[in-house]
């Protein structure tokens, strides 16, 4: 009992056990599929940050390229305003000298932030170039595997396909073959069978012609020395007579019809082996009760 309850733990056990690897494979399997899933969609919200980010950008850049613009209309309208209404009195000569040393240091700077503008600004397109052709790499990486993928599923599935048909042609040609065999040999011993008979039944008929002939022959002879030992000595010719009944063998049974006439002999079924003799009765006799006994019945 205690070895039948020992047993049953060992096997809850063995089933626990088989049950909560399934459940870690499937957990390890449903975090991996997840932690995918997440890997993608970081690559998707990082894609799309970097998107929103460069727009911001540029429209920022924008929005300061304009800014500096009317920043440096309304300096050039102030330096000019506050520079006409401090040098009124000084002479054109002077004041268009002032003017353009003013332009030109102006457009300097102006030339300087527009420079420092196209470098980030081509920084920033270079950054983008570089993070979509990173991206378009993917793609096309993962293309060429999902590809290579998919060429390897329908090679395999091709060879699979070939390999059925191969086995599904071999085994009808085999099939075809064993009922070829089959009816060549069937058709042989039909043709054999009957070759057989045939041979069998000519081989009676001879003998059975041949019996007839030397039964015949036996026949007249025997009923000439039976008639003359009858009219000479007046002997007790009966055995004779016996011995002149139709048939061949010396048996006491009926002759066999197209078996050349033999009269076989029957033993009895014991210990003494003597040949049965032949009559004919007048009547069946029946034993129910051994009959009855013989099929099963007891009543």
Known sequence: MKKKLSRKQEEIDASRKRFFDNMRDKNIIRAVEQQQQEEEEEKTRKFI?????????RKDKEAETHRLMEERRER????????????????????SRDIA????????????????????LKAIAEHRA???????????QRKIESKEELQAVLKAD??????????????????????????HQIALN???????????????????????EKEKEFEKYAREVINFESESTKKYTYPMVKAVQEGVGGGRGPPFVGRGGIRPSYQANDVTGVQLPFYNSQGSKYDFQKSKRRLGFTW
Not at 130 to 140: D, L
Not at 158 to 183: C, G, P, S
């Open 190 to 212: 039909k043709f054999n069978s009957k070759q057989l008979k045939e041979e069998d039944l000519n081989y009676w008929r001879l003998t059975e012609a041949l019996a007839v």
């Open 158 to 183: 091709k060879m699979f396909q070939e390999l059925e048909k191969e086995k599904k042609l071999k085994a009808n040609k085999e099939k075809l073959e064993v009922q070829d065999a089959h009816i």
């Open 49 to 57: 940050k970097a998107k929103k980010r460069l727009i911001q950008m």
């Open 101 to 120: 040393d003013i332009d030109t240091e102006l457009d300097k700077r102006e030339k300087e932030k527009h420079e420092k503008m196209q470098a980030d």
């Open 130 to 140: 570089s993070v979509m052709k990173n991206k378009e790499e993917e793609e096309k």
């Open 76 to 95: 050039i309208n102030n330096f000019l305003s506050k520079l006409i209404k401090e040098k009124l009195d000084t002479e054109d000569l002077i004041m």
